[in-house]
């Protein structure tokens, strides 16, 4: 028989909840089972290195777009996510509280903590609240002090953290570890079936819509985002424009570290190298992350914003044949080879009015909300318009071309 899907998780976390919603529908449309895996997410994060509350590190920008997607992946998903006030609440007794449920009412406690959390807004921190779900399914609420309790939480959260689990929801199978839950496509790859195009055209597409790509050749999300979003648009009728900005000038504004990768943790490191190659295979393409990284792009960009279709060509030289692109004489035989008057943009690049056109690129950006690249504005006829950020997030974007339209 095959493996069940561990799913590791914490009450805590928002996206953790989602997952809950849909692992076992997955697991078993692929023959498998789900084995669920508590654990502390203070302590993944601490192992890690990491802050107990990644959250209050982020800048502003980036926090309100974390908490509007929330909000918007539960609407896509028919899970109306309410966040409280509060959050991040304690979770490390509700934990306990799952514990102490032991596998056979694991499954039920798991899901009255994140119900009673994340759509009744309860406290799960407040023992009350813990004695009350206890009595529910028939566990003494003093078991969430027992030690062999507190033990097991400890041990499950060590043993999670020492195989490399440093978030949630996290899903292993075998070797394979894939964090998000917006990853089911990754899963379904490392459960060696054919995923379904994540992008796909949907009925129903709402004529007008409008998508505005800000974009910036230094990032490999982005490159990843150049290669589908112009199917996306086209299979839905709508009009594509291409905006490109300097990430890094973006990053300074807002309050965001220049190069968020080695901000990271080693673990976290790895999985984003896993992820780029896992969605490049999803997308079908090509991928080889840069042997010079971060990329200094203000020259191609200024090059892309005087003649758009250079995109594909300056960013496959970028991701794929790990050019410097960054260098003149490099970027104009790029240019050259993709049948472009090379010497012409060039000189093109270093006229002010270009270089004031992608400083006002980047401060629209910003005003937007954006908070990195790619980053899709997605403008209804009547002028509505909503914040997508991430290449993960174009299932969203195709769905809201479609006729879903969130709340923030």
Not at 65 to 91: F, K, Q, T, Y
Not at 113 to 141: K, T
Not at 215 to 226: E, G, Q
Not at 294 to 318: D, G, H, I, K
Request: net charge neutral.
């Amino acid at each position: 028989m095959s493996a069940p899907i561990a799913f590791y998780y914490d009450i805590v976390c928002p996206y953790a909840f989602l997952a809950s919603t849909r692992v076992e529908a997955f697991a078993a449309e692929h023959g498998r089972s789900v084995q669920w895996c508590p654990v502390l997410l203070g302590g993944l994060l601490r192992h890690h290195g990491g802050p107990d509350d990644p959250n209050a590190t982020y800048a502003a920008a980036r926090a309100r777009v974390g908490r509007a997607d929330i909000v918007r992946s539960g609407e896509l998903w028919n899970v109306a996510v309410a966040i409280p006030p509060e959050h991040p609440r304690r979770s490390v007794d509700a934990m306990r509280l799952v514990i102490a449920a032991g596998d056979e009412k694991r499954i039920a406690m798991s899901r009255a903590l994140f119900e009673a959390y994340w759509l009744h807004g309860r406290d799960v921190a407040n023992r009350d609240v813990l004695a009350e779900i206890a009595r529910a399914h028939g566990i003494a609420p003093e078991a969430i002090g027992e030690e062999r309790v507190r033990t097991e939480l400890r041990a499950r959260t060590d043993e999670a953290a020492a195989a490399g689990v440093f978030g949630v929801p996290t899903f292993a199978v075998d070797h394979h570890r894939v964090w998000g839950q917006d990853r089911f496509a990754v899963l379904a790859r490392a459960l060696g079936a054919t995923p379904r195009d994540p992008a796909e055209a949907m009925p129903g597409a709402v004529p007008g819509m409008h998508v505005r790509f800000f974009h910036d050749v230094a990032s490999p999300f982005s490159h990843l985002a150049s290669t589908q979003i112009e199917r996306v648009c086209t299979a839905a009728g709508a009009t594509l424009e291409w905006v490109p900005i300097l990430l890094g000038a973006l990053f300074r504004d807002i309050g965001t570290v220049d190069v968020p990768l080695h901000a990271m943790h080693a673990a976290k490191q790895a999985w984003v190298q896993r992820d780029l190659a896992d969605w490049a295979a999803i997308w079908g393409v090509p991928l080889r992350f840069r042997t010079a990284f971060p990329l200094r792009s203000v020259l191609p960009q200024r090059v892309l914003l005087v003649q758009p279709r250079a995109t594909a060509a300056v960013y496959r030289a970028a991701w794929v044949d790990d050019l410097a692109v960054d260098r003149p004489e490099v970027l104009g035989r790029v240019l050259a080879d993709a049948g472009l008057p090379a010497a012409d943009l060039l000189a093109q690049a270093e006229q002010a009015d270009v270089k004031a056109a992608l400083r006002t690129n980047t401060a629209a950006a910003r005003s937007a909300g954006a908070c990195g690249v790619p980053t899709f504005e997605v403008i209804r006829p009547d002028g509505e318009r909503r914040l997508l950020w991430g290449q993960d997030r174009l299932p969203m974007l195709t769905a809201m071309l479609s006729g879903f339209w969130p709340s923030v």
